[in-house]
């Protein structure tokens, strides 16, 4: 079993459409979790960015971090079809600077 | 500014060739990392430098497979006598400073087939 794993979709929702994309990870260790989004043949790029439990929130976009279930999520509302790209879900521990990345889910939104 | 940049974006070998894939981080950033993404998966570590020092090579697949970053700026992954499971994006990223307080910049990768 990997440490973080993400449902690789794909995903395909209508413009306007709330998005949620969720993790699991199975490491306890693990204190930092960010989201990536990565479009075709491009680097992954950082989008949020939380330490521990709670929720963030940047202009269209939350995460959500809850450490009693091991549990993360990304939440895009009145998405847009520049939104499509693969969103890949990733954490760390406190002392580790190694990021472990789940697989990545496959977003289209559709204008 | 100029964000991580690598070379080639694609690169095609045979089997048993040698590769070199180049990462220039961000200029004055301290902290390079290299990540190896397979398709339809996340990227997976390899190596960690601060500056010049290779702190970190746990990630790297076979001993096949080497970096370096002689003067703590542009760094080189060389794999030697590729093979059919090294094919695969390698990304490169980069921190300012202390790899555990700083975003990692991820550039746009090199793709390399190994046919």
């Known amino acids: 079993q990997k440490e973080v794993e993400q449902d690789p979709g794909p995903l395909s929702v209508p413009e306007g459409a709330i998005v949620s994309l969720n993790c699991t990870y199975s490491n306890s260790a693990f204190q930092y979790f960010m989201w990536y989004r990565q479009y075709s043949r491009k680097g992954p790029e950082l989008l949020m960015y939380?330490?521990?439990?709670g929720n963030k929130e940047d202009g269209r976009f939350t995460a959500q971090v809850d450490k009693s279930s091991k549990y993360i999520s990304l939440f895009i509302r009145d998405s847009q079809p520049s939104d499509s790209a693969t969103y890949l879900c990733a954490a760390r521990g406190g002392s580790n600077y190694k990021l472990t990345f789940g697989k990545g889910t496959l977003l289209t939104v559709n204008p | 500014g100029a964000g991580v940049s690598q070379s080639p974006r694609y690169k095609v070998a045979k089997r048993g060739q040698d590769v070199a894939l180049r990462c220039d981080p961000i200029?004055?950033?301290?902290?390079l990392f290299w990540y190896q993404q397979a398709l339809g998966q996340g990227p997976e570590f390899l190596t960690y430098f601060q500056n010049e020092a290779q702190l970190d090579k746990s990630g790297l697949p076979s001993d096949r497979f080497f970096a370096e970053r002689p003067e703590g700026s542009v760094s080189t992954l060389k794999i030697q006598r590729t093979q059919q499971e090294d094919s695969a994006v390698y990304l490169c990223?980069?921190?300012?400073?202390?790899?555990?307080?700083?975003?990692?910049?991820f550039g746009p990768g090199t793709r390399l087939t190994v046919l």
């Open positions: 990223a980069s921190s300012l400073a202390g790899p555990m307080t700083d975003t990692q910049y």
């Open positions: 200029s004055g950033h301290v902290s």
């Open positions: 939380t330490y521990s439990s």
